[in-house]
């Protein structure tokens, strides 16, 4: 690391520090609003299908009476990461991991906005003698009510971008058609409790939870990520399933062997070699919103998320999946019931893992 480097990254650290405690604002919301619309583009970006999330009719027969936002849709409102100080020092960013607590849900019509305070930052070096600075970021989020409905906490990783090296490369996997086919399969068996309510007394400490596929990551999962700036774009599981309905529009992409929408056909390696990847990839905030569908699938309509923290363990790179699986940990007698889960790759690597509590309601 050349001194000028140093000086900037130590400058970088110390204004950080200074941050500790402050309101910062890194960024304009997406949404001010859960509008049904809104909610739909986001749903599709997260690759959700659920019903109350996208369906009045079906909305209207559940005790909300009304659509639902799904619980991830707050980061449209304020994104949960806060980078440091702006300071022009050679720095690559990870997210380390994403944590939220929800107390009330959103409901289709709702105004919202959200506030964020740096609300600490503090420095580890790994294993490899590389020095890790992190950023902690407090996020609360107000309906138009003035009534808290939810505040999460984010982690940011900065650490030196070291020339053109990159702080992850492996080969991109490739899947052949019997690979394809089994990845179809498990995308058809995805489980959904839905209106077939599940009460707190149903459930056990060891109950297994039904698996969940996410991938292979194509440039569409990153279209639809951010579906909730315009039109509704489906890509992961839903675009696949739709896309098979219409082959003619469809093309193979070679580096996977995915078929695909004709306008995801561009993609562009060389581009992701800035960010520190051997392709393109996805972040912590994406993790976080993927994972919440593994929960709300489990938990159905009368279900309420109360907390999710998912954490990082692995970049999920261009086509890599996930498979998550997950157990019931306990319940308390507050009808609460803790869930743990993991994320792994197809390589059989841990990619995420977390918690989650979620209140179930009572046969009584």
Request: negative net charge; aromatic residues 10%; glycine residues 10%.
């Amino acid at each position: 690391m050349t001194n000028d480097a140093e000086e900037r990254i130590e400058e970088f650290a110390a204004k950080s520090r200074e941050l500790v405690g402050k309101e910062v604002r890194e960024r304009g919301p997406w949404n001010t609003e859960a509008s049904a619309d809104a909610i739909r583009h986001f749903a599709y970006g997260i690759d959700d299908d659920n019903p109350l999330w996208l369906d009045p009719d079906y909305a209207a027969k559940t005790s909300g009476g009304k659509i639902q936002a799904p619980p991830a849709f707050l980061v449209s409102v304020l994104y949960p990461i806060l980078h440091g100080a702006p300071v022009a020092a050679p720095l690559s960013s990870l997210i380390g991991g994403v944590a939220c607590e929800w107390f009330k849900p959103v409901y289709a019509g709702e105004k919202l906005r959200a506030s964020s305070i740096q609300k600490e930052m503090f420095e580890k070096t790994n294993k490899a003698g590389r020095r890790l600075i992190f950023i902690i970021g407090e996020f609360t989020y107000w309906n138009g009510a003035d009534e808290i409905v939810a505040k999460a906490t984010g982690t940011m990783i900065r650490t030196l971008q070291e020339g053109t090296s990159l702080l992850y490369d492996r080969e991109i996997t490739h899947y052949d058609e019997e690979a394809i086919a089994g990845i179809e399969a498990e995308y058809r068996a995805e489980k959904r409790t839905g209106a077939d309510t599940i009460h707190w007394e149903d459930v056990a400490p060891g109950d297994e939870l039904p698996p969940m596929l996410r991938g292979p990551l194509t440039i569409g999962d990153m279209v639809a990520w951010n579906a909730a700036l315009g039109p509704s774009y489906k890509a992961g599981r839903l675009g696949y399933l739709d896309i098979i309905k219409a082959p003619h529009n469809a093309v193979i992409t070679p580096k996977i062997g995915l078929p695909v929408k004709n306008s995801q056909q561009h993609e562009d390696f060389t581009l992701a070699a800035g960010r520190g990847m051997p392709g393109p990839f996805d972040n912590g905030v994406m993790r976080f919103a993927w994972s919440t569908p593994y929960v709300t699938n489990w938990m159905g309509d009368e279900g309420f998320l109360k907390k999710l923290d998912c954490q990082v363990r692995k970049p999920m790179v261009y086509g890599d999946t996930i498979r998550y699986a997950g157990k019931v940990a306990e319940k308390s007698e507050d009808g609460s019931v803790t869930l743990e889960f993991t994320g792994t790759n197809q390589l059989g690597e841990i990619a995420s893992k977390g918690t989650a509590e979620v209140i179930l309601p009572s046969k009584g």
